[in-house]
T-cell receptor
Framework: QKEVEQNSGPLSVPEGAIASLNCTYSDRGSQSFFWYRQYSGKSPELIMSIYSNGDKEDGRFTAQLNKASQYVSLLIRDSQPSDSATYLCAVKMIKAAGNKLTFGGGTRVLVKP | SAVISQKPSRDICQRGTSLTIQCQVDSQVTMMFWYRQQPGQSLTLIATANQGSEATYESGFVIDKFPISRPNLTFSTLTVSNMSPEDSSIYLC?????????FGPGTRLTVT
């Protein structure tokens, strides 16, 4: 089992719809969770961080965390073609020394006009 | 956030040679990280570099192949030594600030 798992996609959504991305992790004691967006040929850009169970909203993005079920999700509302990118889930695992992040494989999102 | 620059942005190198990648951040940070991202793959941590101490390498990465320097709190270098085509990848510098990690623009390395 991978430590952080994501569906590789592509997740194809029509413009204006909601894109829903999921991520599961293996380390139950993990405390910090992050979503990065990576455009092709670019470096990852932090879009959301979440530390507590529940929802956290920032503009069109909502991160949802459920520590009991060990998953974190990202919702993108009113999806735009500019949201087409790979979204990386990252977890700071309690078992890992030195504040390192463990990344999932990423979910590729395609927003079709 | 953090403003991070890397040099060079890309390079094409011959096998057997070495390349040093520089990472500069806009203000002091304690922790800097070096990642590798191979084509179509996610990020793999190479090592963590803290100022004033030896870098901590992840499993599968060794100091002889990827020596790292961290002379101060705003700068680090990663050297890719004795390169082979398998080292062709994007190398990314990252810093942690307020519990969040931010990435530099990356160095795209091609080894021929």
């Amino acid at each position: 089992q991978k430590e952080v798992e994501q569906n590789s996609g592509p997740l194809s959504v029509p413009e204006g719809a909601i894109a829903s991305l999921n991520c599961t992790y293996s380390d139950r004691g993990s405390q910090s969770f992050f979503w990065y967006r990576q455009y092709s040929g670019k470096s990852p850009e932090l879009i959301m961080s979440i530390y507590s169970n529940g929802d956290k909203e920032d503009g069109r993005f909502t991160a949802q965390l459920n520590k009991a079920s060990q998953y974190v999700s990202l919702l993108i509302r009113d999806s735009q073609p500019s949201d087409s990118a790979t979204y990386l889930c990252a977890v700071k695992m309690i078992k890992a020394a030195g504040n390192k992040l463990t990344f999932g494989g990423g979910t590729r999102v395609l927003v079709k006009p | 956030s953090a403003v991070i620059s890397q040099k060079p942005s890309r390079d094409i190198c011959q096998r057997g040679t070495s390349l040093t990648i520089q990472c500069q951040v806009d203000s002091q940070v304690t922790m800097m990280f070096w990642y590798r991202q191979q084509p179509g793959q996610s990020l793999t941590l190479i090592a963590t570099a803290n100022q004033g101490s030896e870098a901590t390498y992840e499993s599968g990465f060794v100091i002889d192949k990827f020596p790292i320097s961290r002379p101060n709190l705003t700068f680090s270098t990663l050297t890719v030594s004795n390169m082979s085509p398998e080292d062709s990848s994007i190398y990314l510098c990252s810093v942690e600030r307020d519990g969040e990690q931010y990435f530099g623009p990356g160095t795209r390395l091609t080894v021929t």
